[in-house]
């Protein structure tokens, strides 16, 4: 039996390890902690034994198990659409349940090397007529779905679990940072029609556009942050810590000191030009679902982005709807918690092996939390 209060999330970046323990009965006791900034991981594991030691002494709770927040410029994002004929009886799970089945084992077929962490259905068709969600009690003779996937590669993924597996922690779920923190800031801001978050993290940039209730894109780019910190160090002629200390004190009206003589002026422009060129990449690598993000309201988040607060905001030329989050740790760790404790229509969820003992599809899937 399980006598656990908390929960723990870690979402795990490649410059930061942040985490947060929820309690699951007061909902309004939790406690976070993170690392400090870091290229190096050659120290990760005492990074998080740091981080578990501290969530243990605050919660008085031993933390064994984990959910783990992860984004990758290696992930990918697969549509599939299947529909089926049927005799006009009621729609049944176990129909759904079938096609579901039949997609994911056509990914696991095709991108062998990849691990599917997220299923999602876009849309039921159910004769002939559109609808967000299944509909209770309704008979159909034809169905077809739009699935969508989110899939990261299996070797980063032992990668991870090992990492973990030597603080004696087991990862109970593994869920897309940037994917579980845009729906919990769209719902949060109650943003509806067309709208495009940019997560720009320190080596990568994650690009997902909804529309309403609907994910149409979800891209990603080996660029980030970190392309910025380059570009300043090498146009001004400093070292790295140097070039990311400034970086990250640019958002504070960085003032150049007698002693480094750089011009806060040239220091603007180096910094506006790659986040434009940023924008203008994510831009491009939107596919063809999408309206195209300069139809759309652009919502910037991640660390990267923390260098543009929205005073900057008139200084970029790429559109007149761009807004800055100023995400916080807790905000961050939120976010995975809520989008595995709350309900999610549209969410399928893999159950772990550990607790399987029912019927053939449903040891595969429990139907949205």
């Known amino acids: 039996m399980n006598n656990k209060n908390f929960q723990t999330f870690f979402d795990f970046g490649s410059s930061k390890v942040r985490a947060g323990t929820f309690n699951t009965i007061n909902k309004n006791e939790a406690f976070y902690a993170e690392s400090e900034f870091f290229t190096d991981q050659s120290n990760l594991e005492l990074k998080i034994q740091k981080i578990i030691t501290s969530l243990e002494k605050n919660s008085n709770e031993y933390i064994d198990n984990i959910g783990l927040m992860i984004d ?3 992930m990918l994002s697969v549509g599939i659409s299947l529909s089926k004929k049927l005799d006009g009886s009621k729609l049944k799970k176990a129909n759904i349940q079938f096609l579901v089945q039949e997609a994911k084992q056509q990914i696991l077929k095709y991108y062998a090397n990849h691990n599917i962490i997220h299923i999602i259905i876009n849309n039921y068709k159910i ?5 967000s969600y299944l509909p209770n009690e309704i008979k159909c003779d034809f169905i077809s779905l739009d699935i969508f996937f989110i899939c990261l590669p299996t070797d980063l993924v032992l990668y991870l679990k090992k ?16 994917y579980v923190r845009s729906i919990n800031y769209k719902e949060n801001l109650n943003l509806t ?19 309403n209730d609907k994910i149409l894109s979800f891209n990603t780019l080996p660029i980030g942050g970190n392309h910025i910190t380059k570009d300043i160090s090498k146009i001004l002629e400093i070292d790295l810590l140097k070039a990311e200390q400034i970086k990250l004190s640019f958002d504070q009206t960085y003032e150049s000191s007698s002693d480094d003589n750089i011009s806060i002026d040239t220091l603007q422009k180096i910094i506006l030009a790659r986040t434009e060129e940023i924008l203008e990449l994510s831009s491009k690598s939107v596919g063809t679902n999408s309206l195209g993000l300069e139809q759309s309201k652009i919502v910037l988040m991640g660390d990267g982005s923390k260098i543009l607060n929205n005073k900057h905001m008139d200084k970029i030329s790429f559109s007149k709807d761009l807004d800055s989050l100023d995400e916080t740790l807790q905000d961050i760790c939120m976010s995975g918690f809520k989008f595995c404790t709350e309900l999610n229509k549209q969410e399928v969820v893999v159950v772990p092996k550990k607790q399987l003992k029912r019927g053939f599809f449903e040891k595969l899937f429990h139907f949205f939390k």
């Open 72 to 74: 990758s410029s290696k």
């Open 193 to 211: 029609e067309h709208v495009s978050f940019i997560d720009i993290g320190f080596n990568k940039i994650c690009i997902i556009s909804y529309l």
């Open 163 to 178: 990492i973990f597996s030597k603080s004696n922690i087991l990862v109970d779920q593994i869920i897309c940072s940037s």
């Open 127 to 131: 004769n002939s007529i559109d609808y």
